[in-house]
């Protein structure tokens, strides 16, 4: 009876606060409605363990249901390079992971589980809710690993302190994400935590948790979610098969294959079974050196497709044709640069495109939306 | 440290400003929320406690739970301290603490404020009604802050239940614990977890921090609450504890099963008929779905403490009530802390740094004391007189002052509320037995006869008396009340090592009491007293480690001859009951040999 009480106090407090807050008015909230909105929002998060496990690279993150058959939502990462990525619901099942698809400047990955009941509790993405900044916001996660087995994800409270581009951040933070992005007070982006999701003190989906960014100039760890509306598209087009991943598979083989050899890629000695596609060397006045790619670039994708193996990047450039444009992902000192390589006729004529996300950071705090882009240098040469 | 609180107080401020929109008196209900909040935090605060060590450096947090000063914090906080620490509290003051007792595994001590009586304390909560997404705020003092003892607060929630986190480095081990995203940093270790009513639900003492440096990341973890209060009784004693151990090792099989892949032959729970490959189903009273769930439900028990067990053999179910051995041996625990004393726990991989201040404000180490107890006596720091007088330093105990206080405590209740001085060894009972038939009981100092329906057992109490364990399948019953009877005459001098053990659960109820422990003849006697009447409810007679002991409990106590005695002995041992006696006439020739004879009163 008097353990009662306690809780009906705290929910006058709550339903103030939310009341007062002027946007969630029209929906009184309960400190019941409270515990049973988290505890939903727990049950639609899965731990996803995969590659990883040295120091620093948790071998583990986060991911959200996004279908009652299994869908799962989580950020493309290291973690998933393995064919053995295994997914805990909330109540302890485990499943292994399919990898639907992968969108590499999102860092989104949609895997599918193979579940035989298809009754999963989910976040429905297209009916998921925005807010804004003030707004009290929960982040539902399995950071630091710390829940294993039928064990809840962890439940951490902030509030909503601004909704920004990432890449007002630009050159502080990597990131190849540059849409709107929820920035949160709440400690939400701890490792193991990306994948996991922001929710309302409604349980409704705000976003979904970004991967560890921290500037390099002041060493600040920034707390962020991407919002569901930035990536609807994109789960979407993972989700249903239209996946940049298995795109190239489908087409039949190419009549003259392009060869690295073509766009003057060399990549290192491939010696292991899965030896990292690092270029050794760009031969002179090639395409690859038209287009910047320089020695030691580690190549990551190609043409959006991951390339973790030199034989990967060897078999997804080899089923283009020599005539195609190729896009190539390349991390460069922990950035993610994306060049296309453009088909030689067309290569004098074009100016090639730039994706890269580097930039001088602006050491002053005012970032000058109206300067010109700089053309990709390299502040730490 | 106060964002969290501060960015909560910013927001409603900010809220009520915005719906407001011209009026400026915020609702009533923000108002009486806010009301609240501070009226628990007001309170709170006051219970919390300020430590530093006896040099004013290095330290952490407490909580008052008594208004004689008894209060809690980490182990890993009282260990650099030595037996005497400076507490400090939010009236300014500045108080002399002394160790009461510690549990390095669970990390937790107690200590005593000395000086006044009347010390503000914490209500205590209820950790097991805690659930994820409750309000909650840690109390303490991060970063050693406050110079005036006033305690940061924190707020926050509850973001975990039932924590297992694996031991940092040898010790540690933080089992069930509350984890939270109330800010808990270095210097906030053993300061209280409040709920946002202000009652205590944990301890403070330890974060996930891995590459983000010593400061918090929002993820704290407080030990339960019940745990603590489980091994209160413990810590009273001045002892070392030890948590408890099944005495076998589970796994998490791939349908779900948690099973025994290796047990114990000289366990309990091996004697009870767990078996290797049973998958174990509950646990004291919880189910258990995982390894972890076994460790997380295990941990919070002292050793020595009695749990009811299920598991499931080939579609069978079977329960029992196991009694739980200690996760290290004696000689093996007190190693370990002299060890963590001098070279702290370096946390495991993967596992940070904890939340624990070891550096005094200038950020110099500071200087390590040796643990009391093991300390040499010459380079022993001058005890404030205070702590002085409270403090004994023995082998295996962190203050063996305590103990000696509770096992007079209980000796002389015992004497004067049961008037059970003089009694002597020649003690003759007659009465029946509870299945039906007469029995006599004739004991004397070196020797007892035992008439039952289904013969007579005799025992000789000399040479090697630990064999002498008749009637057979009692454990040693008429030795049991040689034991008894010794404690009477040689009281807790000459009885043998005589300690007091804690609060422990025992008898058929698994009623939790007081209990002394005596070791004579190579053997542990339990005795055990009542709270209300302090008379002796329990006797448990250990022949032999890996032995059932014979456990007897003593009820329907009546007054005789000036004595107050237990008319009815439930006598067990293991699962079964050997007999129970009711006894109807019994008869105690004094030492004195004198001729009045006292009898119980018939039935009634």
């Keep these: 009876m008097d353990r009662r009480l306690p809780l009906c106090r705290a929910s006058l407090a709550l339903a103030a606060a939310a009341a007062l807050s002027g946007l969630t008015a029209a929906r009184p909230l309960l400190a019941a409605s409270l515990h049973d909105a988290i505890r939903d929002a727990q049950r639609k998060v899965v731990k996803i363990y995969g590659a990883g496990g040295l120091r620093g690279l948790e071998a583990y993150q986060t991911g959200l249901l996004i279908s009652a058959e299994g869908h799962v939502l989580t950020v493309q990462s290291y973690v998933l390079d393995t064919d053995e990525v295994a997914v805990v619901l909330d109540d302890g099942r485990r499943f292994k992971a399919e990898i639907l698809g992968v969108d590499p400047v999102r860092e989104l990955a949609v895997l599918k589980l193979a579940v035989e009941d298809a009754a999963l509790p989910f976040f ?36 909503v302190a601004a909704v920004a581009p990432l890449n007002a951040w630009r050159g502080a933070f990597q990131s190849a994400f540059h849409g709107d992005v929820y920035i949160v007070d709440a400690a939400a982006n701890n490792p193991g935590a990306a994948g996991g999701a922001l929710v309302n003190l409604h349980g409704e989906l705000l976003g979904v948790l970004g991967k560890e960014l921290r500037s390099q100039s002041t060493g600040a760890w920034l707390h962020y979610a991407t919002p569901i509306d930035q990536i609807l598209g ?16 489908r087409d039949a083989a190419p009549a003259e294959p392009l060869a690295l050899a073509d766009v003057g890629v060399v990549l290192v000695p491939d010696v292991l079974p899965r030896t990292p596609p690092y270029i050794d060397a760009v031969l002179p006045k090639s395409r690859a050196q038209e287009a910047g790619l320089r020695p030691d670039d580690l190549i990551v994708f190609v043409d959006g497709e991951p390339t973790a193996s030199c034989s990967a990047v060897t078999a997804a450039v080899g089923r283009r044709e020599k005539f195609d444009a190729v896009r190539i992902s390349v991390l460069r000192e922990g950035r993610l640069i994306e060049e296309t390589l453009d088909p030689p006729a067309a290569a004098a004529a074009d100016a090639h495109a730039e994706h890269s996300v580097e930039g001088n950071p602006p050491l002053d705090g005012s970032a000058d939306e109206s300067a010109p882009p700089r053309p990709s240098p390299d502040v730490n040469e | 440290m106060s964002r969290v609180a501060s960015a909560i107080a910013v927001a409603m401020t900010l809220g009520a400003g915005a719906l407001a929109s011209g009026a400026t008196t915020p609702d009533d209900a923000v108002l009486a929320a806010q009301g609240e909040r501070a009226a628990a935090i007001a309170k709170a605060s006051a219970a919390t406690v300020a430590i530093f060590d006896a040099s004013g450096g290095g330290g952490g947090s407490g909580v008052l739970i008594s208004s004689d000063g008894l209060a809690l914090t980490n182990f890993h906080v009282t260990a650099p301290c030595g037996p005497a620490m400076k507490c400090g509290l939010n009236d300014g003051k500045l108080y002399d603490a002394v160790i009461v007792g510690i549990d390095p595994v669970g990390d937790v001590a107690l200590i005593q404020l000395l000086g006044r009586d009347d010390f503000p304390t914490a209500e205590i909560g209820d950790s097991d009604a805690v659930r994820v997404g409750d309000w909650a705020f840690a109390a303490g003092n991060p970063f050693l802050l406050a110079d005036d003892f006033t305690p940061t607060i924190t707020y926050g929630m509850v973001s975990g239940l039932h924590r297992y986190q694996e031991p940092a480095g040898t010790l540690l081990e933080y089992t069930d614990c509350i984890q939270t995203d109330a800010a808990i940093n270095p210097g906030n270790s053993g300061g209280p977890l409040f709920d946002a009513q202000g009652r205590l639900i944990g301890i403070n003492g330890r974060g996930s921090f891995e590459k983000r440096g010593r400061v918090n990341v929002g993820v704290g973890y407080a030990i339960s609450i019940n745990q603590v209060m489980r091994f209160l009784g413990h810590l009273k004693s001045g002892r070392i504890l030890d948590h408890a151990s099944l005495g076998a090792t589970v796994a998490t099989q791939d349908d779900g099963r948690v099973v025994v892949d290796d047990i114990l032959e000289t366990s ?12 174990i189903i509950r646990f004291a009273d919880r189910d258990v779905t995982s390894a972890n769930g076994l460790k997380n439900a295990l941990g919070v028990y002292p050793s020595g403490w009695r749990v009811p067990i299920t598991w499931r053999r080939e579609g069978e179910t079977f329960t029992a009530a196991v009694r ?100 002597g060894y020649d003690w003759r009972l007659r009465g029946a037995l509870e299945t039906g038939g007469a029995f006599t009981l004739t004991i004397a100092e070196n020797d007892a006869d035992l008439a039952l329906p289904t013969g007579r057992f005799k025992a000789a109490f000399s040479g090697d008396v630990s064999q002498q364990l008749s009637p ?7 030795l049991a009340i040689h034991a008894w009877q010794r404690l009477l005459d040689k009281g807790l001098s000459r009885f043998g090592e005589v300690y007091y053990l804690g609060r422990l659960p025992h008898g058929a109820d698994n009623r939790v009491e007081d209990c002394l422990a005596g070791l004579f003849e190579g053997m542990e006697t339990r005795f055990f007293f009542a709270d209300d009447s302090g008379a002796l409810t329990g006797i448990e007679l250990f022949s032999a480690d890996d032995a059932d002991p014979c456990e007897i409990t003593f009820a329907d106590f009546v007054e005789a001859g000036g004595r107050r005695l237990p008319r009815r002995w439930l006598v067990r041992q293991g699962d079964a009951v050997f007999a129970e006696f009711v006894i109807s006439d019994w008869t105690l020739a004094a030492v004195a040999a004198s001729t009045a004879s006292e009898s119980t009163a018939g039935e009634h």
């Design chain 2, 472 to 478: 057979p399948r009692s454990g040693g019953f008429l």
């Design chain 2, 268 to 279: 309990d729970a091996f004697r009870r008929g767990l078996q290797y490959g049973d998958a």
């Design chain 2, 324 to 423: 739980l051995s200690g996760v290290h041996d004696e000689a093996e625990l007190i190693a370990l802390v002299q060890q963590e004393h001098a070279d702290p726990s370096d946390p495991g991989p993967g596992e940070p740094p904890r939340p624990r201040d070891d550096k005094s404000p200038d950020g110099e180490p500071a200087p390590k004391r040796p643990m009391p107890g093991f300390d040499s006596l010459g380079n022993k720091p001058k005890l404030p007189e205070a702590v002085a007088e409270r403090y004994v330093a023995r082998h295996g105990y962190a203050n063996y002052w305590y103990n000696e206080q509770q096992q007079q405590r209980l000796w002389r209740g015992y004497l004067e509320q049961s008037a059970a001085e003089g009694a």
């Design chain 1, 124 to 159: 429905d993405l297209p009916s998921s809710a925005v807010a804004q900044p003030g707004d009290r916001v929960l982040a539902v996660s399995n950071l630091f690993g710390i829940a294993a087995g039928d064990e809840p994800v962890s439940v951490l409270q902030g509030v």
């Design chain 1, 234 to 249: 994109a789960v979407e087009a993972m989700r249903s098969g239209r996946s940049l991943r298995t795109e190239p598979a």
